[in-house]
């Protein structure tokens, strides 16, 4: 028989409840959002020493008039802009230039390979230690180019010009003992190809022993600490003790390492664990940039511009006067609780803490089950219990967010308006998703509770969260701490209620222990679940539900004391209540500009030119473009086929534009391989280069002599960045004698301004400049 008794005897309604009451409190705390200062005025910042936001936006400003993506030449004036700057502060700037590539591959043998010239920008302010070029040297690094259809005020300029500021602040204080070595890196806002190339190539990337490394997926908000490569506990000390408000978890580090934007510190860590700098890997991550398009210097937050230029002025100070860590760390797990700041461990304690709550898991099962007499069965209910109880809840929030279709674009809409709308729609909706879930898992608890008991239901989410813990060990170590330490409290506390030692224990005392053992929950296991929201957005609830699943699960005796009236019917009301407000959120979005999607195609085979416009609603101004066309079509003789649907119509061709420059140089056929040499080279200068080879599949290519792909696959594809006009030799390894195409595609920023008809003053949204793309386009066709 199992036992049906409650780890925590019978106790006044009245106790539980200021229980319950506490434990939200510390949930606010824990959730309660930190606020930076306002940065100062223009009229006092020009008299106050340090740190100007003023003069960093002025950079970003010059930075992010316009698109600057690898091989453009916006991306050369931005380069110059950076040299002139530096070389105003009596440095003397060097510009690296390398050419490097990357590839990826899918599951069905596809790849896509990115070959670019990239031309990073380096600086060296020396020290004064005596052989200070040949000891190891702090390194800080920023990106300073942009997507296509982006500005980069924020993923980009931002961080540039915090650097260029906090470059100013240094030569005019006192000289540093450490060489500071600064890179602004180039082609580093989609592959980290600028980071690539020099650590590749550079001396400089072996002297680093300390690495900062600053890149924004967001344009306001506190600057976040989101990685920590090689750090060890010196290094995270030294952080969280001098820099201004820190902020930031291993948790979201692990979130943000999915990002393209986190490679570039892998590739700074470097391959070997024991040789490697510590990187720390800072980033804003508030405020969408909508794909790039909403990354305008109008939104860039002043605040969390200051707060950026802080950090780093604080961190280059202290590190340049600092002996530098020795390498050979793993990584650190850090995290904020309030009132105590930022505490962190070496990775070297993720196992052991692991296994010890896998022990204690053991442990509680035994002492159950000769104690309690709790049955094995009760508590593999009690795990398949807690698994279906938690997939219930998310699908109830899932439910909920499909019966509000407009309720995700209010969120959208809340984090793209001010504080005040951020407060009034976004907070509702994070408080929602938070209580749907709880609400749902509390009141499916109660039922199990009832079926086998509170303790057999306890240790089933125990051994449940257990082998979770060892899953998120072993793949996601940083994230590691939102359930190894409260899982331990509860253990520690059911092994504790259950002794013989405390069997003499008055209500209130076992009360206050169960209390005691729920705070590690609060004040971990919620604000990981806030931050995964903000993360993922209403699109993905199953990170967040599932986290807060684990609160109700790790304090299911506690709430079992209390009556359905004090827990459910509450946390009911509270979730219409949050729904019902985030609902009647402002849904006003401002009016942001949008990058021009138009695209001038002229087309080799065909001798002919179009307009062409991604298959959206027409407006006015585009329609004139397009006055005789229905609807969007596929286009089979201009695209590869499952290319989508397109608007398209006929344009004047503009001679000014040249076709590809193309020959055909060999064609070896009659064995089990074909091998095939073409020669390209762009008349117009093209900063991007676009190769796809369709219907054969590829064994070996190279451009130049040099390899690109060595393995067999189904799909290829090459993009090309600041080629510009030189000859480029392709040699392709195909398998048999088949039949295929090759599509070539030179890709220039702008519209030919000829025949262009003008868009009204006014009119919005405002088109984005240098986003609309003029395409020259050719197809070899090799029977």
């Not at 960093?56 to 992010?64: G, S, Y």
């Not at 003008?758 to 949204?765: H, I, K």
């Amino acid at each position: 028989m199992s036992s049906r008794e409650s780890v925590l005897p019978a106790a006044g309604a009245q106790g539980l409840a200021a229980a319950c009451l506490l434990g939200a409190l510390l949930a606010w705390l824990a959730l309660a959002p930190r606020h930076l200062p306002a940065p100062p005025t223009a009229v006092t910042a020009s008299a106050m020493p340090g740190f100007s936001a003023i003069r960093a936006q002025t950079h970003v400003r010059e930075l992010a008039a316009t698109p600057r993506p690898v091989g453009s030449q916006a991306n050369q004036q931005a380069r110059e802009y950076l040299l002139a700057r530096l070389r105003a502060l009596d440095l003397e700037p060097e510009v690296q230039t390398e050419t490097v590539q990357t590839s990826s591959s899918d599951l069905t043998a596809n790849v896509r390979v990115t070959m670019a010239e990239v031309h990073n920008v380096i600086v060296r302010k020396p020290g004064v230690l005596s052989g200070h070029a040949g000891r190891p040297a702090v390194l800080a690094v920023a990106h300073y180019d942009s997507g296509s259809d982006s500005l980069g005020a924020a993923d980009g300029a931002a961080s540039s010009a915090a650097l260029l500021e906090t470059l100013r602040v240094l030569q005019a204080g006192p000289a540093l003992d450490n060489d500071l070595l600064v890179v602004f890196t180039d082609g580093d806002a989609g592959q980290a190809l600028g980071t690539r190339g020099f650590v590749q190539s550079h001396p400089w990337a072996r002297r680093a022993r300390v690495v900062l490394r600053f890149d924004n997926p967001g344009n306001r908000g506190a600057l976040q600490l989101i990685g920590a490569d090689r750090a060890d506990s010196s290094t995270l000390g030294d952080w969280a003790a001098v820099a201004p408000d820190p902020q930031g978890s291993s948790f979201m580090g692990e979130l943000y390492a999915t990002l393209p934007h986190h490679e570039g510190a892998a590739l700074l860590a470097g391959p070997d664990p024991d040789h490697g700098p510590a990187v720390l890997h800072f980033a804003t991550t508030a405020g969408p940039l909508g794909g790039g398009a909403w990354d305008i210097a109008e939104r860039l937050d002043r605040a969390s511009l200051r707060h950026e230029g802080d950090t780093m002025l604080a961190l280059l100070r202290h590190f340049g006067a600092a002996t530098l860590p020795e390498p050979g760390a793993r990584g650190q797990v850090f995290f904020a609780l309030p009132g105590l700041g930022i505490l962190h461990y070496g990775y070297s304690l993720v196992w052991p803490l692991t296994l010890l709550a896998c022990l204690l898991c053991i442990a509680a099962c035994r002492t159950g089950i000769r104690r309690q007499n709790i049955d094995v069965t009760d508590i593999v209910q009690g795990v398949f219990g807690m698994l279906a109880m938690g997939a219930l809840a998310t699908f109830a929030a899932w439910l909920c967010r499909e019966a509000l279709p407009g309720l995700a674009e209010r969120y959208d809409a809340g984090l793209l308006a001010d504080g005040a709308g951020l407060a009034a729609t976004v907070r509702w909706q994070l408080l929602a998703f938070t209580l749907v879930p709880l609400t749902v898992f509390i009141a499916l608890q109660r039922r199990l509770q009832a079926r086998i008991g509170a303790a057999a239901a306890l240790l089933g989410a125990m051994c449940l969260l257990a082998t979770a813990l060892a899953v998120v060990s072993w793949f996601a170590p940083g994230a590691s701490y939102v359930l190894a330490w409260p899982l331990l409290a509860s253990q520690a506390a059911y092994l504790v209620l259950n002794s013989r030692r405390t069997r003499a224990w008055t209500a209130p005392q076992r009360l206050a222990a169960m209390l005691v053992a729920a705070v590690p929950a609060a004040l971990l296991i919620l604000p990981a679940a806030r931050d995964s929201l903000l993360f993922l957005s209403p699109a993905w609830l199953l990170l967040p539900c599932a986290l807060v699943c684990c609160l109700p699960a790790l304090c299911g005796p506690l709430l079992a004391g209390v009556g359905a009236r004090l827990v459910v019917r509450p946390l009911l009301l509270g979730v219409c209540a949050c729904l019902l407000l985030a609902h009647r959120g402002s849904t006003l979005r401002p009016e942001l500009p949008q990058p021009n999607r138009l695209l001038y195609f002229k087309d080799t085979p065909s001798w002919q030119s179009f307009w062409l416009y991604p298959p959206v609603p027409l407006d006015a101004w585009t329609r004139k473009f397009f006055p005789n066309s229905l609807h969007p079509d596929q286009l089979p003789y201009l695209f590869p086929p499952g290319s989508p649907s397109v608007w398209y119509a006929a344009a004047k061709r503009d001679d000014s534009i040249a076709y590809p420059d193309l020959l055909i140089e060999k064609d070896v056929r009659g064995g089990p391989v074909r091998h095939v040499e073409i020669r390209l080279r762009s008349k117009n200068r093209a900063p991007a280069l676009m190769l796809r080879i369709v219907g054969a599949d590829s064994l070996k290519t190279s451009v130049n002599g040099r390899v690109l792909t060595a393995s067999r696959y189904r799909g290829w594809r090459l993009d090309l960045h600041g080629m510009q006009d030189r000859e480029l030799h392709f040699a392709f390894d195909l398998v048999g004698d088949p039949f295929f195409l090759v599509y070539v595609q030179e890709r220039m920023p702008g519209l030919p301004e000829r025949d262009l008809p003008p868009r009204p003053a006014g009119m919005l949204p405002r088109l984005l400049p240098q986003t609309a793309t003029t395409v020259s386009s050719d197809v070899l066709l090799f029977r």
